[in-house]
């Protein structure tokens, strides 16, 4: 069964500047789009007047206005549209579960914005077990140039990177982008430091060199499964976040990645999946790995 690239629209710029990302992304990667808008009829235990047929119709037009949107837009392209009756967050883990990658609108420097106000987005995002791409309104329209940029941050272990590294060169090559890996380090502290982990660095030349053996073995497999793709190899010390975003700046998308995990007090996002999200220009996908 062929996944499709999901998005969630609520009639917001946002939300159709990510219907327009979804569907040129699908255009290169030959898949479908399906197009969701979460709606569940709760009336109010309060005295306000509420139009069940009018909502209906309202939610209805937001799907509609969508895919009349990207099939102007992108005529040969497979898609489809439904109103979902769920709440937001769990309607779109759902269509994010069945699909390639979830979509969704951003407003930067802050949430997601429409059904997604508040902590909704970050919900969604924390607990997606598919890639999640957030994007902001004016990037629905930015096209491909030449030399454009996949940038993916790269942390710890080869076998922790597969799944960020992967997504990042298969966006690259369907674009003939540049992948620029990035990998931000810092000098440890004191009472970290190991005589293991001092050997390691030593028999690198140092704790530079350390990194950047650590990025090249990470990239190695995913060099040789696209070698038609260029590679840029980014070790910067620094913190991750704000190394990431520098070398992102003019980047056509920022990859980056998230642990598969719980915490005590439930999903996590990330401190440097935060950042990106909040303060990148460009469109950032977060891809869970375990």
């Known amino acids: 069964m062929t996944r499709a690239i999901a998005v969630g629209v609520d009639g917001s710029p946002e939300s159709l500047a990510a219907a327009d990302w979804a569907a040129r992304e699908a255009t290169l990667r030959g898949l479908p789009v399906r197009i969701v808008h979460a709606w569940l009829w709760q ?9 069940r047929e009018a909502l209906t119709q ?26 979902v009756p769920d709440t937001a967050v769990a309607a779109l883990l759902g269509a994010d579960e069945q699909a390639e990658m979830l979509v969704l609108g951003s407003r930067g420097q802050g949430a997601l914005v429409g059904f997604m106000l508040g902590s909704y987005g ?46 990042a060169f298969e966006a690259a090559a369907v674009r003939g982008a540049t992948v620029r890996a990035v990998r931000a380090w810092s000098l440890p502290p004191v009472f970290a430091y190991s005589p293991g982990s001092m050997r390691l660095a030593d028999e690198a030349g140092g704790l530079e060199p350390f990194e950047k053996k650590a990025l090249e073995q990470a990239l190695a497999p995913w060099r040789k499964r696209f070698p038609d793709v260029p590679v840029i190899e980014h ?32 999903t996590r996002i990330g401190s440097v999946a935060r950042a990106a999200l909040h303060h990148a220009t460009c469109p950032v996908a977060v891809v869970p790995h375990d």
């Open 122 to 167: 970050q919900q969604v995002i924390a607990a997606a077990t598919r890639p999640v791409v957030s994007v902001r309104a004016h990037a629905g329209d930015a096209g491909e140039p030449e030399g454009a940029e996949i940038v993916v941050g790269q942390q710890g272990g080869a076998e922790y990177s597969d799944a960020v590294l992967g997504f």
């Open 58 to 83: 309202s939610a209805n037009a937001v799907v509609r206005e969508a895919e009349t949107h990207v099939a102007a837009r992108y005529p040969d392209l497979s898609v489809s549209a439904e109103v």
């Open 43 to 51: 009336p109010l235990d309060v005295p306000v007047v509420q139009n």
């Open 235 to 266: 070790v910067e010390i620094g913190s991750a976040g704000q190394v990431l975003l520098s070398a992102a700046s003019r980047a056509r998308l920022l990859v980056v990645g998230r642990r598969l995990r719980r915490s005590p007090i439930g």
